[in-house]
């Protein structure tokens, strides 16, 4: 009967569950208080992202980049860094794709790949330094990081108005041939936004569980986010692991912003601030447990919140910053745990009046 009771306590999946159900109770009891309907806002939520095929196009479409900075965030947790540079490395993805679609004349296909790929790699490099820093001085990568995210945006904004636009406040449309975009696949959406990027994200999902469970590189920085002083006792390199954690974590940011704006938005403006889509996947990694699976369905559970917020503001009248609410009232439940007290005090409980 205990170990049943810490089974459940210490279940992702639980936690998760009841952080979510929790979560959407906080943002009832405000709709209540303020004199709104909570069942029918959240009927109008719920209901638009999957009630017509247009709705569940651009609902995965909100997904994708969701997953992928979910993964990014994720993969940094699982090797024992706290990657807040997301938001900038995802800028940075999109700065990088924007570029080559723009600047390179390449076949259909061919560049669409090399426009994804350099934002994947635009992303890696900006997380170099802050690896590099956290390595070899030992600074700590939540400062170097959140400082990371300014200097991206003001690089992006700069690049944006002074070479990429001569003086707009955003570029050019790229071309078709750089594009993510289906028309077939858009037309079985109604003909809604949906692009190649989920394809893009699911395929990373995929990736980062046999990185990190497959293969020996992946053991190692698991390892070396556990304990880098036993992992160095053991022969493992923990200043080049520290690195290569925090560029591929940057990597699936690059490609998040690579496939944003190459599916969605086919063009790079002006940012009066940041996207959120980075601080968004923190969210994403917490709730999903750090682990790619968990990850993909976090980010289908902000989707949906993300798409459906306007029309539960246009049908119930309720405010969309009421899903914001629900956001920061899991994450709390997540990060507080909670949900794990909750269980442990009214399990001690129960076994107490079972003996």
Not at 58 to 84: K, M, Q
Not at 147 to 153: K, T
Not at 249 to 265: K, N, V
Request: net charge neutral; no cysteine.
């Amino acid at each position: 009967m205990e170990t049943m009771q810490r089974r459940l306590r210490e279940s992702p999946v639980i936690t998760s569950v009841v952080s979510v159900l929790l979560g959407m109770l906080v943002g009832a009891i405000m709709m209540i208080a303020a004199g709104y309907n909570p069942i029918q806002a959240y009927q109008a939520l719920f209901m638009s992202a999957f009630l017509m095929p247009y709705d569940i196009g651009e609902t995965i479409r909100t997904i994708s980049p969701l997953i992928l900075t979910g993964l990014a965030v994720g993969l940094a947790f699982r090797t024992g860094l706290f990657n807040i540079g997301v938001e900038g490395q995802f800028i940075i993805g999109q700065l990088a794709a924007v570029i080559v679609a723009l600047k390179m004349d390449l076949p259909p296909v061919l560049h669409a790949v090399v426009a994804v790929l350099a934002g994947a790699l635009g992303g890696a490099l900006w997380a170099f330094l802050p690896g590099l820093l956290k390595a070899t001085r030992g600074v700590h990568e939540v400062i170097t990081t959140i400082m990371m995210n300014f200097i991206a945006l003001y690089l992006a904004n700069t690049l944006v108005r002074n070479w990429l636009s001569q003086g707009a406040d955003s570029t050019e449309t790229i071309p078709e041939s750089a594009s993510l975009r289906w028309d077939l696949l858009s037309q079985a959406f109604g003909n809604s936004r949906i692009h190649f990027g989920i394809f893009i994200a699911l395929a990373t999902a995929l990736f980062m569980y046999y990185l990190l469970w497959k293969t020996t590189l992946g053991f190692e920085l698991r390892a070396v986010g556990l304990n880098p002083h036993a992992s160095e006792y053991a022969g493992m390199s923990v200043k080049r692991n520290l690195i290569m954690s925090m560029m591929i974590s940057g990597l699936f940011a690059g490609l998040g912003g690579a496939s944003e704006l190459l599916g969605t938005s086919g063009y790079l403006a002006i940012h009066g601030s940041h996207t959120g889509i980075g601080f968004d996947g923190i969210a994403v990694a917490l709730l999903g447990a750090n682990s790619p699976l968990g990850i993909v369905f976090a980010a289908v559970l902000f989707g949906v919140l993300t798409y459906g917020g306007p029309v539960m503001q246009f049908e119930a009248n309720v405010p969309t910053e009421v899903i914001r609410v629900v956001f920061a009232a899991i994450i709390f439940f997540v990060a507080a745990n909670v949900v794990r007290w909750m269980m442990s005090k009214f399990g001690n409980k129960a076994v107490k009046k079972s003996d």
